[in-house]
């Protein structure tokens, strides 16, 4: 909404970057992350742009308002990084209206 007169305001409410941090420093979650990627989690971007966003409440500065940006915007490319482990049909089967085979025992 370029040229609106809406100010602007962060992305996230603040107290979700607070619970995504406490989220993050959990035990169970660091147990989960080290045992999928081997590294523990770091937690500590949360923890800035919570305190960006309390800032920006109470200042407004532009320097917390471009941090926060930046901030989704790295997050947001950070999950364009993954590809999709399905392969995303176009079309529906061919078969698709078929009625399933629910009392057949299925092929080994």
Same mark, same amino acid.
């Given at each position: ?7 602007? =305001? ?5 107290? /979700?970057? $607070? !619970?995504?941090? @406490?989220?993050?420093? !959990?035990? @169970? ?5 080290? /045992?999928? /990627?081997? &590294?523990?989690? *770091?937690?500590? #971007? ?14 407004? *500065? ?6 926060? #940006? #930046?901030?989704? @915007? ?5 999950? @364009?990084?993954? &590809?999709?482990? $399905?392969?995303? =049909?176009? &079309? ?5 209206? *078929?009625?399933?085979? #629910?009392?057949?025992?299925?092929? !080994?």
């Amino acid at each position: 909404m370029a040229g609106s007169d809406l100010p602007w =305001r962060p992305p996230r409410p603040c107290d /979700y970057y $607070w !619970s995504e941090f @406490r989220h993050c420093k !959990s035990l @169970r979650n660091r147990f989960h992350h080290y /045992y999928v /990627y081997g &590294t523990f989690p *770091s937690c500590e #971007q949360w923890k800035e742009d919570y305190h960006m966003c309390r800032e920006w409440e109470k200042i407004q *500065s532009t320097h917390c308002k471009e941090s926060l #940006q #930046q901030s989704e @915007r790295n997050r947001v490319a950070e999950q @364009r990084n993954f &590809t999709p482990v $399905w392969e995303l =049909r176009q &079309t529906p089967p061919a078969d698709w209206h *078929s009625p399933l085979n #629910q009392g057949k025992p299925q092929d !080994s």
